[in-house]
Structure formats: structure tokens, C-alpha cells
């Protein structure tokens, strides 16, 4: 019905229209190799008196150059599981694996960028919040961290503040750097935990052109949570529907092309009106018409 | 479209509204008065109330007439001049500053094993946690005997007593400085892959530096209260008392301007130490990174 848009219910898992080959060692032989792949993982946390599953037994995985969003309501886990491929949360069943490795604790191969703008390390000024953590690193010697550091911080517009510390600088400029540190270290993969979440409107919806506009520029894979429907669509060029309670996919949408010049278009609005409803549907009734 | 004339002057001109307001005069920027931007200035304001009460003193002192009592200001600065220049103030004070630099030093490293010990085992916390809270309210004076007991006169005593002013009220910022250290803060250094000591030192200690530096300060001001109690309590060890024994001794031989002068020393040192030595440390660090508790 829509041209660049296929939605599947929860039998439609596999993003991939490819068939996959698997060899003996599970690894898969393909031209795009998996970037990220989750098998089967269950999160679980426990408060003083019981133990709580926060992720049911979610399998997904990502190719190079993916944008994909987790969508959810407060409460599915979404930021959990993201926290998990960080390398922050290990999960209690399954496995997570990036480019074949299992994940076991964080590093500077999987930058994250938080909703939070005490991300920024206070006690360093812009710049040096980007160079050190590239100098931290290890990859680069302090001379080529600066100089990457700088060329990051032209990219989001932000050469004049580079001396300044980041307690000076808006809600939006805070984030802009986080991303420009990010990206800067040059990850497998970028996640990104509702990074807009705290911005006006109007920053947000820049932010999020930017944002398509530095991927466009340098195509990243990028691990989205979001509760938003329409940043979802805006950013992705996939969705998962998450359920809450236990917190498991409810859905996969492939959404590319759909930015903010389609934003009154029909194909859009549709469907947002789609994941609306899958939403607000309790699960069991069918949300398809 | 219509070719008439609008019957609304301004719609005919839709621009003139605003061409009218560019074209009057707005001062934007005018300057202050000299004067006003005087009395905005701290340093200038507290000087005026230096000045101020040193008048007060001056005059109320010429005007009760008891030098024994209650000595003017100017006798008191030129018993100060006396006793630097015979040594004997500036040596009570070296006396003094090197007992509390030993005491101070002490009680921090003491202060950093605690707070180790607190942030890495569940029970170590616990314990820290009982210990401040038995010993921060305890006044370090009343210790004092107790330490006379143990160490006998002199230094050992003093760096005792020290030690305790110093230790609790810094242990307890240092640790729930550490405590407080936004999750943010600390998932970021994890990302970037610092571990152990690393991620102690580059992420763990600057963020809870305000803190830290705050626990330095509290520990440095009773401290300084500290040693100068216990040296009026016994200040005279071998040859050499420090300050708070200079005031002593001289109430002893009731050279008032002499008492004068060895209290307005301890307070020029305690200004000194916490508006030249922590200011400073306060504008190159938590002031500018936007941190500052107050």
C-alpha cells in the first residue's frame, strides 16, 4: 500500500529480506555483515523485594549504516536495553554481539549520548570534553584527539564555544556537543537514550534535521530510543514497537525516507497513525485494519 | 486585486510602523555612574565596613581610656609592628602554622584512607558512616586531656587534636561528595573506557571536588579554631608556645594591646588562608566550572 514502508506484526521480525547464510561458527557470512545482534535478551532488575523482567527475550539486529529506533511507553524497558548494548546492563538470557564479539562491558566502540545534560564533564570546557575522551581512548595521541576534536565540533557548529565550559552553554549546544563526542570517536555504533527529550520544539526539531544531516554526510549506525512517535519516523529507517511489561518487540516498521518534508504527507501520517494505534491498543486485540 | 486606493492610510504603507520606530532614537546601552559602579563592587563595599569599624574601635578605645581593658586600635597595630619586629610574634606564629601544616596534612591523608575505605566495600561505608556520625559533633578540645594523657605536652598532642578537627568533617564531604557523582557522569567515563584508578582520578574526584574542596575548608577553619584552644589550654612546649600561648601570656602579664595584637593575627591568618588560599582555588576550579555549592 505504501511504497517504502512494511509493517509486520510480531511473526515479522526479520528486518532482512536477504536469506542469511550461517556457518558453522553461528557468524554470518553475508555482504553486510550484522553490525549489532541481540539473540534472546531478558533483562531483569531486582528492587529490595522482587525481581522484575524489564526485556522478554528480544532478538533484533542492525546492518551498517542503520537508523533504528526503539519506540515504546515509559516503563518497556526501551532505555534498558540500550543501556545493555552499552555494555552497562549484562543480560540475564541471551546474548548481545557487536561485529561477533559478545558485549561485556562498556567502551569507546558503542558511544552513547544521554538525555541528561550532566553528560558533559563540568570541569573541562567544550573542546576538552571531546578531546580527552578521544585522548582516553587510547586511539589517538593528544595533538590528533584535538585536532579531530575541533574538525567534530565544526561539524555541529560549535567553534566558538570551544573554549567556553559547558555550564555556559543551552540545553541544545550541551547536546550538540555530546554528539560531537560521540561521533568523534568514531564508534561502530552510536546510542542514543532520548537525546531531545529535554529540548524546546523548536531545538529539537533542528536537531533532529542535524542530526539526519550529519548521518547523510557520514552514514553511522545509530540505536535510537525514543517515546516519540513522529521522531521515530523522522529519524528511522526502522522502527521496533516495543510493549511494556514485560517489554518485547510488538512490532518492526522500515520508515526511510519519511523526514520532516514528509511530515504532512499521507504516508507518514499513516503510519504514525499506525504505531498510534498500536500503542493504545492493549495487546491480544488486532490494531490492523 | 484591486487598483483603488486602500481607505486605510497605514495599509498603503505597510512599512511605515516600523521605519518609524528605527528612525527614533533608543539608547541601548548607557553608561553607569562611577559612583554606582563603585558601591557594586564587594571589595569596595567591605572595605567601607573595615574602615568603618576600625573607627569604632579606635575611637571608642581613646574614648574609655583603659588601655588595660580595652586598647585602641592604634596601639594595638603598634604593638603588632612591636612584635614583628622583635621576632617574637612572627616566631609564635611560625610556631603555630608549622603544627597545624603537620596536624592538617596528617588528618587529610587520614581523611583519604577513610573515604577509600568508604566508597569501595558496603561495610567500610557503614563504618565511616558511625564514626562520623560519633565523632564530627565531638569537639576536638575535649579531647584534649585525653591526648595530654597519651602523648604528653607538646607537638604530638596538638597534631592530635588536629587530626580529629579535621578528619571527620572532611571524610564526611569527601564521601557524600563521592556518593552524589551523577550517574550521567559516571556511565559517560565508562563509555570512553575508564576503569580502576583512571576513572577514579580523571572522573570520580573532579566531579565530587566541590565537595571535597568544601570538607577542606570546614576542616581547615576548625582546625585553625582548634590549635589555637588547645594552645591557650597549654601552649608551651619546651622553649617554643605558639599564638594562642602568646595571647595567653601576655593576658598573664596584662599587656592587653600585646592580647589585641596576637587575636587580630589570628584572624588576618584565617582571612588570608580562606579569601587569598581558597578563593583562589574556588575561581580556577568549582567557579568556573559552573559547579560551586553557594
Keep these: 500500500m505504501f511504497a517504502g514502508l512494511r509493517t509486520g506484526g510480531v511473526a515479522d521480525l526479520d528486518p532482512s529480506p536477504r536469506a542469511m547464510r550461517y556457518t558453522d561458527v553461528g557468524r554470518v557470512r553475508d555482504a553486510a555483515e550484522p553490525v549489532l545482534r541481540l539473540e534472546n535478551v531478558t533483562l531483569r532488575y531486582a528492587t529490595p523485594d522482587r525481581l522484575i523482567t524489564a526485556i522478554h527475550r528480544v532478538s533484533f539486529h542492525m546492518r551498517e549504516r542503520d537508523r533504528l529506533i526503539l519506540l515504546g511507553p515509559s516503563g518497556c524497558g526501551k532505555s534498558s536495553l ?66 579531530r576534536a575541533h574538525a567534530a565540533l565544526a561539524k555541529v557548529g560549535l567553534t566558538r564555544c570551544a573554549t567556553d565550559y559547558p555550564h555556559t552553554l543551552s540545553g ?45 554526510d557520514l552514514p553511522f549506525t545509530l540505536l535510537f530510543v525514543t517515546h516519540s ?15 511494556p511489561h514485560p517489554g518485547r518487540i510488538r512490532a518492526h516498521y522500515d520508515c526511510d525516507r519519511l523526514d520532516h518534508a514528509a511530515q504532512g504527507g499521507e504516508a507518514f501520517r499513516s503510519l504514525h497513525l499506525r504505531i498510534h494505534e498500536l500503542l493504545f491498543t492493549p495487546e491480544g486485540e488486532s490494531s490492523c485494519r | 486585486m484591486s487598483l483603488n486606493l486602500p481607505l486605510d492610510p497605514a495599509a498603503g504603507r505597510p512599512g511605515m510602523g516600523t521605519d518609524d520606530l528605527a528612525r527614533e532614537p533608543v539608547v541601548v546601552l548607557r553608561p ?16 567601607v565596613i573595615l574602615l568603618v569599624l576600625a573607627l569604632c574601635w579606635e575611637g571608642y578605645g581613646r574614648l574609655l581610656h583603659d588601655p588595660l581593658l580595652f586598647p585602641p586600635l592604634s596601639a594595638t597595630l603598634a604593638a603588632m609592628a612591636d612584635g614583628v619586629r622583635d621576632g617574637t610574634l612572627l616566631d609564635r606564629t611560625a610556631t603555630s602554622l608549622r603544627v597545624l601544616a603537620a596536624g592538617y596534612c596528617a588528618g587529610v591523608v587520614a581523611a583519604i584512607v577513610l573515604t577509600s ?28 586531656p585525653l591526648a ?46 575508564l576503569r580502576g584508578v583512571a576513572y577514579i582520578a580523571l572522573i570520580l574526584i573532579p566531579a565530587a571536588f566541590p565537595s571535597i574542596l568544601a570538607g577542606l575548608k570546614i576542616g581547615w577553619a576548625f582546625a585553625w579554631r582548634t590549635l589555637i584552644a588547645a594552645e591557650l589550654v597549654f601552649g608551651v612546649s619546651a622553649r617554643s608556645g605558639g599564638l594562642g600561648w602568646f595571647i595567653f601570656e601576655n593576658r598573664n602579664n596584662l599587656q592587653t594591646e600585646n592580647v589585641f595584637a596576637g587575636l587580630l593575627t589570628v584572624v588576618l591568618i584565617g582571612l588570608i588562608v580562606d579569601s587569598v588560599f581558597f578563593r583562589t582555588i574556588e575561581a580556577l576550579t568549582v567557579r568556573r566550572w559552573g559547579t560551586a555549592a553557594t
Aim: proline share 5%.
Design chain 2, 32 to 47: 553607569r555612574s562611577a559612583w554606582r559602579r563603585l558601591w557594586d563592587s564587594t571589595a569596595f563595599r567591605r572595605a
Design chain 2, 117 to 144: 575505605l568508604a566508597v569501595s566495600t558496603r561495610i567500610g561505608s557503614d563504618l565511616v558512616a558511625t564514626l562520623t556520625a560519633m565523632f564530627n559533633p565531638l569537639p576536638a578540645v575535649a579531647l584534649l
Design chain 1, 172 to 216: 541544545g549546544m550541551k547536546q550538540r556537543v555530546a554528539i560531537a563526542r560521540a561521533m568523534a570517536m568514531e564508534p561502530e555504533i552510536l546510542l542514543m537514550d532520548e537525546p531531545y527529550a529535554a529540548l524546546d520544539a523548536l531545538t529539537r526539531r533542528n536537531m533532529q534535521d542535524e542530526l539526519l544531516e550529519l548521518w547523510r
Design chain 1, 229 to 243: 512517535i513522529e521522531e521515530a519516523i523522522l529519524i528511522g529507517s526502522r522502527i521496533i514497537v516495543l510493549s
Design chain 1, 82 to 147: 540500550l543501556k545493555a548494548v552499552g555494555g552497562f546492563i549484562r543480560p540475564d538470557e541471551g546474548s548481545i554481539r557487536l561485529k561477533g564479539r559478545e558485549i561485556t562491558r562498556p567502551g569507546p566502540d558503542r558511544m552513547m549520548v544521554f538525555q541528561d545534560f550532566e553528560q558533559l564533564l563540568p570541569w573541562k570546557t567544550v573542546i576538552g570534553n571531546v578531546a580527552s575522551a578521544l585522548f582516553v581512548s587510547r586511539r589517538w595521541t593528544r595533538a590528533a584527539a584535538l585536532e
Design chain 2, 148 to 193: 595530654l594523657l597519651w602523648f604528653g605536652l607538646g607537638m604530638p598532642s596538638l597534631v592530635f587534636v588536629i587530626v580529629h578537627s579535621v578528619l571527620w568533617p572532611l571524610a564526611l564531604n569527601a564521601y557524600s561528595g563521592f556518593l552524589s557523582v551523577p550517574e550521567t557522569q559516571r556511565m559517560v567515563g565508562r563509555n570512553i573506557g
